[in-house]
């Protein structure tokens, strides 16, 4: 079993900053990618950003330049800098991890609300 621990969401006025934290525990073998996904009740979930192991990076077009996430590989933790948020970022964040062997976990999810 792997265990996913989020942390980190909350509310925040437009045009301010969260940072997402999730660190993975369990029977890890090699994590290969790291990211988060965020779903909007009644939207499909959203890739926003991805990690590999190496350190490439992917992000969805509508957080380019806002959002950056880096990982502690030592630790087993993603983290996703968000700055200059908009309503629209409003949603349930998830954070995954896919792992070696092909199989993908998710966390419980943390809720980010941007709003004055």
């Known amino acids: 079993q792997v265990q996913l621990a989020e942390s980190g969401g909350g509310l925040v006025q437009p045009g301010g900053s969260l940072r997402l934290s999730c660190a993975a525990s369990?029977?890890?073998?090699?994590?290969?990618?790291m990211g988060w996904h965020r779903q909007v009740l009644g939207k499909q979930r959203e890739l926003v950003a991805a990690?590999?192991?190496?350190?490439?990076?992917n992000y969805a077009d509508s957080v380019k330049g806002r959002f950056t996430i880096s990982r502690d590989n030592a630790k087993n933790t993603v983290y996703l800098q968000m700055n200059s948020l908009k309503s629209e970022d409003t949603a349930v964040y998830y954070c995954?991890?896919?792992?070696?062997?092909?199989?993908?976990?998710w966390g419980q999810g943390t809720q980010v609300t941007v709003s004055s």
């Open positions: 995954y991890v896919n792992l070696a062997d092909r199989s993908r976990y």
């Open positions: 369990g029977s890890l073998s090699s994590i290969y990618v």
């Open positions: 990690i590999a192991s190496g350190g490439s990076t």
